[in-house]
């Protein structure tokens, strides 16, 4: 993200949450490098686990200073869905 995405924060946070299309939660941390905004830890397994793939559209949205709501879309502009059931217990939490 860059980082002017952070004018929205009071404080860049070291955690997000990424909720996602069925209520799901994610915990990912969050690192400032070279001038950008990276989502770090358990995010990959999250885009493992939602399949997104290059040419998809992640789009962000805040919710509160640290929770996103992540929708993604795949390279034919369709919402992706994926179920909680599909969730590694380690890298998931429902709220």
Not at 40 to 46: E, G, I, K, L
Request: charged share 20%; net charge positive; proline share 5%.
């Amino acid at each position: 993200m860059p980082l002017d995405f952070t004018k929205h924060f009071p404080a860049v946070p070291q955690e997000f949450k990424l909720r996602t299309n069925t209520s799901c939660s994610w915990r990912v941390t969050v690192r400032l490098m070279g001038g950008m905004v990276t989502l770090d830890q358990s995010w990959t397994p999250f885009a493992a686990v939602h399949q997104i793939r290059i040419g998809y559209m992640v789009t962000f949205k805040l919710l509160t200073p640290d929770t996103l709501k992540v929708i993604v879309f795949n390279d034919e502009d369709i919402e992706v869905v994926t179920k909680c059931g599909k969730h590694n217990d380690a890298f998931a939490m429902n709220i």
